[in-house]
């Protein structure tokens, strides 16, 4: 019994194959990137609000800052962003906080939305490769005659249904890939907002 080789059916399904294949590198790329930068954001030193509490109580708001440059983290640069605006209102302060939260979010949350489509549009041309090859298929029976035989129309449709299965596939990686990227941005998010209460809290004190 012929096996079956993974290239072999690569090769059976076309051109839609090289689409899929380039869809399933821009996958991996951005997976890999937005990992990197969500895992650099998610790193925090436990003790870095005891200390930008230490200096803003002892009145040395030059080395809180410096601190934070130093730190260069999506919390570090939040609460850079209060302590340049110490000494306005608190919904002043809040609000800078907030703006610049939400433009971290924003830098981390960069390219994800091509993973989404990905996702969605694999399956989708992958589904539009099997009816063309079916579309084929039947063309090729009815130019068959009297010749027909049900190994053509067997070939035929596993040809086809090889660029489904592929679509599917890069579908479902790219899914399980953009929610999963997703939950680590939700995890920088409630880390960004706990630093900003503990920044408001210093601040009341």
Not at 16 to 28: P, T
């Amino acid at each position: 019994m012929e096996e079956l080789s993974i290239f072999e059916l690569c090769k059976q399904g076309g051109w839609i194959m090289i689409v899929l294949g380039a869809l399933s590198l821009v996958a991996i790329y951005i997976f890999v990137e937005r990992f990197i930068a969500i895992r650099s954001a998610e790193k925090h030193d436990p003790l870095f609000m005891e200390r930008i509490r230490d200096y803003i109580k002892n009145g040395d708001v030059k080395s809180a800052v410096n601190f934070c440059r130093a730190t260069n983290t999506a919390g570090a640069r939040l609460i850079e962003r209060g302590i340049s605006r110490m000494g306005q209102p608190a919904p002043e302060i809040q609000s800078a906080i907030e703006n610049t939260g939400n433009l971290e979010v924003a830098a981390l949350e960069k390219r994800l939305h091509v993973l989404a489509t990905i996702a969605g549009g694999a399956p989708m041309i992958g589904f539009l490769g099997t009816v063309i090859g079916m579309v084929e298929a039947f063309w090729q029976m009815s130019n068959a005659g009297g010749s027909l035989d049900i190994s053509m129309l067997s070939g035929g449709i596993y040809k086809a249904m090889v660029t489904t299965v592929a679509g599917l596939i890069v579908g479902i990686i790219a899914l399980f890939a953009y929610n999963y990227l997703v939950a680590k941005v939700d995890g920088v998010v409630n880390e960004l907002e706990r630093k900003s209460l503990s920044f408001m809290d210093l601040l009341n004190e």
